[in-house]
């Protein structure tokens, strides 16, 4: 009995071993530029801003940031806000934020808080955003607890997940 089932077994390896079949369909391309510099936004004095598509659909579970360039810093780099960013009357009441949402295929960017049409010219025209897509696990299929990650640092984000930021999508309005 021993030498039939010996002989199954090898009999069965060779069989599985040897097969080959045709080539599968390509899979689909991640995308290029994770990273998506938007130039020259301007926000209508209500508030209303723009809806920009990605270029590609995020896969589910994708996180997607938001930053708004603030400032040089002494090496020549860009200073980098995370967005929501709000500004507050002298009084620390609100004046206005700075907001972002986003679909599978765009993302939105725009003001909301009061008497808009007073926000200074500087603070609403010729702005520059910078949109980071953090590649994130399936929720559906996925049973990792939500991790709260802080986002706030543009540099740790991109270091921490490894995000080549010097192949920036750069989209001029």
């Not at 801003?49 to 708004?68: N, Q, S």
């Not at 930021?165 to 001029?172: A, E, L, M, R, Y």
């Amino acid at each position: 009995m021993k030498k039939i089932l010996t002989l199954f077994a090898v009999v069965g390896l060779f069989a599985f071993t040897g097969c080959e079949g045709p080539e599968g369909p390509p899979g689909e391309d991640a995308p290029l530029a994770p990273v998506i510099d938007v130039n020259n936004v301007n926000f209508a004095l209500n508030g209303d801003g723009e809806v920009i598509d990605f270029g590609f659909t995020l896969f589910p579970g994708d996180v997607v940031l938001a930053y708004r360039a603030t400032g040089v810093a002494t090496n020549g780099g860009t200073i980098w806000t995370q967005i929501p960013e709000s500004h507050y009357y002298d009084d620390g009441t609100l004046f206005f934020t700075y907001k972002f949402n986003f679909t599978r295929v765009d993302f939105e960017l725009y003001l909301e808080g009061f008497e808009l049409n007073t926000v200074p010219t500087d603070m609403r025209t010729n702005q520059k955003f910078r949109i980071v897509v953090v590649p994130g696990a399936n929720p559906a299929i996925s049973n990792k607890s939500v991790n709260k990650e802080n986002y706030s640092d543009y540099n740790a984000v991109i270091k921490k997940y490894n995000i080549d930021d010097s192949k920036v999508k750069t989209i001029n309005l």
